[in-house]
């Protein structure tokens, strides 16, 4: 399925058989994936699962992950206080499931992460 935000000028693919959402720029160029916390595929980043799991333990790891960076540069937080990583291109978003919240994490590219929040439409980063 198609979507098109014509504010933003992107339009969104949604595979929903396999808990993905693609984002594409005017350009056709690739600028979001958005992967679900129910039906998504697993995705590792240094062997962390990003997909379907707490935030709290997520947002540990990327700080215990930072640690041998420079915290300063590497994590950042959403208005919603949603973690990200500029190193990894990730936001750690949240998904309901039942009465947990779950990890949907969404995937920029690097010239995204200046500005994460303004990049895709807002209905990216809200909780499902």
Known sequence: MREHDSCWNIACHTYPEVGLKL??????CL???????LRGPQV???G????????????????????????YTELF?????????LTLGVVLCVQRAGDR???RPVFLPADAMDDVYHHLPREVWAIF
């Open 44 to 46: 590792l980043a240094d």
């Open 101 to 103: 919240l779950l990890t």
């Open 77 to 85: 937080y959403m208005p919603g206080a949603e973690a990200g990583s």
């Open 48 to 71: 962390a699962a990003l997909v379907g799991r707490l935030p709290s333990d997520l947002e540990e790891w990327l700080f215990e992950r930072a640690e041998s960076r420079e915290p």
């Open 31 to 37: 600028c979001g994936v958005s992967v679900d916390a």
């Open 23 to 28: 984002y594409f720029a005017a350009d056709e």
